[in-house]
T-cell receptor, first 111, second 114 residues
Framework: QKEVEQNSGPLSVPEGAIASLNCTYSDRVSQSFFWYRQYSGKSPELIMSIYSNGDKEDGRFTAQLNKASQYVSLLIRDSQPSDSATYLCAVIVAAGNKLTFGGGTRVLVKP | ETGVTQTPRHLVMGMTNKKSLKCEQHLGHNAMYWYKQSAKKPLELMFVYSLEERVENNSVPSRFSPECPNSSHLFLHLHTLQPEDSALYLC?????????????FGDGTRLSIL
């Protein structure tokens, strides 16, 4: 089982709609969770961090964490074509205390 | 000026060449990292440095040799690489290693091995 799993996509979303991305992780004691956005040919850019169960909102982004079910999600409201990118879920895995990435979900927002 | 700067942005080298990748961070961080990103594969952690001391070597072949002369600079020395080493090499930094510390990435070096 992969430590951090994401659907590779592409997730096709009409402009103005909500994009919903999911991520599951295997290490039950993980405490820190991050979402990065990566445009093609560019480096990953941190967009959200979440540490507690529940929702965390930042602008058009909402991260949701459910530690009991071991998943973290990202919602992008009012999706724009500029949101088209690959979104990487990253988890600090307790064993070795290192940041482990999922394979990323590619999002395409169509005008 | 970006927080984490990597040079060169692109590098093409033969299998017998020796080259070095450079990373510099201007964020006052104490931890620095090298990652490899290959097509259709997750980011792979290669090395972790905390206060210039290597704290993690993630089973990386010896043809990759890291160097951290101070907390702001990180190098990756390359020699006798293989075609499968062609990838995007990303440097990152964080306040310190450990939980709750997000990492900030440089723009990467796109490496192609002929």
């Amino acid at each position: 089982q992969k430590e951090v799993e994401q659907n590779s996509g592409p997730l096709s979303v009409p402009e103005g709609a909500i994009a919903s991305l999911n991520c599951t992780y295997s290490d039950r004691v993980s405490q820190s969770f991050f979402w990065y956005r990566q445009y093609s040919g560019k480096s990953p850019e941190l967009i959200m961090s979440i540490y507690s169960n529940g929702d965390k909102e930042d602008g058009r982004f909402t991260a949701q964490l459910n530690k009991a079910s071991q998943y973290v999600s990202l919602l992008i409201r009012d999706s724009q074509p500029s949101d088209s990118a690959t979104y990487l879920c990253a988890v600090i895995v307790a064993a070795g205390n290192k940041l482990t990435f999922g394979g990323g979900t590619r999002v395409l927002v169509k005008p | 000026e970006t927080g984490v700067t990597q040079t060169p942005r692109h590098l093409v080298m033969g299998m017998t060449n020796k080259k070095s990748l450079k990373c510099e961070q201007h964020l006052g961080h104490n931890a620095m990292y090298w990652y490899k990103q290959s097509a259709k594969k997750p980011l792979e952690l290669m090395f972790v440095y905390s206060l210039e001391e290597r704290v993690e070597n993630n089973s990386v072949p010896s043809r990759f040799s890291p160097e951290c002369p101070n907390s702001s600079h990180l190098f990756l020395h390359l020699h006798t690489l293989q075609p499968e080493d062609s990838a995007l090499y990303l440097c990152a930094s964080s306040t310190r290693t450990g939980s709750n510390q997000p990492q900030h990435f440089g723009d990467g070096t796109r490496l192609s091995i002929l």
